[in-house]
């Protein structure tokens, strides 16, 4: 069942890399008592991912965190060594947008937001969208309908709404 405002999101644990290496990150942890904004695509280095999903993010992060926003976090079916190359290249890490990498797309899936195109290579992956947490409970939520168009889930309708 997919996930809506008022939900409290599930626990997971992501991945990212850290200067050691793996990272585990608790969502409990990284949602209690704090403001997040999470957003959520397809996959690193993919066409709508890297020119207008990250860049809008990037290019908001400090507006975001002004808005009373603890942290930003990305989220994709990618793994860690991956997402850490992608932040890099897209300035998410100089952004200090944190690069959560769900491996085997098993959140993904636990909050309905899994899509499979075969046609692309694309099994279990996430759906584009953005949502606002407070204290783990999503009091704003922004799924795109279509796949290759970030209208709806990006830094600037975030802002918006904060």
């Known amino acids: 069942m997919k996930i809506s405002v008022g ?3 599930p626990n997971a644990t992501f991945q990212s890399m850290g200067a050691n290496g793996p990272e585990a990150h608790d969502l409990n942890n990284l949602t209690a008592g704090k403001k997040i904004v999470i957003f959520g695509l397809p996959g690193a280095y993919t066409g709508t991912c890297s ?3 990250m860049p809008s993010f990037v290019r908001n992060a400090d507006a ?3 808005k009373g926003v603890d942290g930003i976090y990305c989220v994709s079916v990618n793994d860690v060594h991956v997402m850490k190359s992608w932040a890099k290249e897209m300035g998410a890490d100089t952004a200090q947008i944190g690069m959560l990498a769900d491996s085997d797309g098993s959140y993904t899936k636990k909050i309905g937001f899994d899509f499979t195109v075969l046609a692309v290579g694309f099994i279990g992956r996430s759906q584009r969208y953005s949502m606002i947490v407070e204290n783990g409970i ?3 939520l922004n799924e795109e309908i279509e796949r ?3 209208d709806i889930s990006g830094g600037e309708n975030i802002i918006e709404q904060l």
Do not use: G, P, V
Request: with cysteine; glycine share 0%.
């Open 7 to 9: 939900d409290k999101l």
């Open 51 to 53: 020119t207008a999903h």
């Open 64 to 66: 975001i965190r002004a």
């Open 138 to 140: 999503i009091t704003s």
């Open 148 to 150: 290759t168009t970030c």
